[in-house]
């Protein structure tokens, strides 16, 4: 019929167990070799045009698949990023997503607990927050585990203050606004860097 598609040459790609798929009208795609297996494509096998579109959607969902597999070899990504980043690419994100959590490549609770032991030694809540945020990671996976390790963070922000300030104490209110300044910034609470700076400075300067 005219509306045949008829399989004129497949051809081994560089990449192993992926071939090329080409077509009489000269269409090109690839496709894995359990992919020509479960489609039953061969050279000089004739589909109808509905048939076709549907080996075209397979190969596309293997591509897509084989792009989160690349993407998930370079670091961590949660679901929410892996969703982003496919339909960003015109990719089918929810069906491979879902597939990457079933083989456990995708655990969002386990890559939120990544990033809390990551930050959690050098920012304030609010800082490991806007980071847990940025990779799409819900806030049920995580929050009770963040309320509890930052529940008091004053001894940690004293450590880095000695540091930065190499011991040596306040010489004036400028220069403690500053550094209070870039504690906030760091995602520490007012109230745990207030006792902080008392602490750190005997009282002086007190707000």
Known sequence: ????????????????????????????????????????????????????????????????????????????????????????????AEQTVEKLIN?????????????IDKYIKKYGKKRIEEELYKRYLPKELWRDELDTRCCDMTEQILKHLAKKMKNNPFTDRKERDKIYAYFVRQGYSYENITKAFNEYNNGDFDD
């Open 1 to 92: 019929m005219m509306n045949d598609v008829v399989v004129k040459e497949i051809k081994q790609q560089k990449n192993p167990g992926l071939f090329s798929i080409i077509t009489e009208d000269g269409f090109e795609f690839s496709l894995t070799a359990k992919g020509i297996y479960e489609n039953s494509v061969r050279v000089g096998s004739t589909f109808t045009q509905s048939q076709f579109n549907k080996i075209k959607d397979y190969a596309s969902q293997e591509s897509s698949y084989r792009y989160a597999v690349y993407l998930l070899g370079r670091r961590d990504w949660s679901s929410g990023e892996m969703i982003k980043k496919l339909t960003e690419k015109g990719k089918h």
């Open 103 to 115: 083989q456990g490549y995708i655990n969002d609770k386990e890559y939120s607990k990544k990033i």
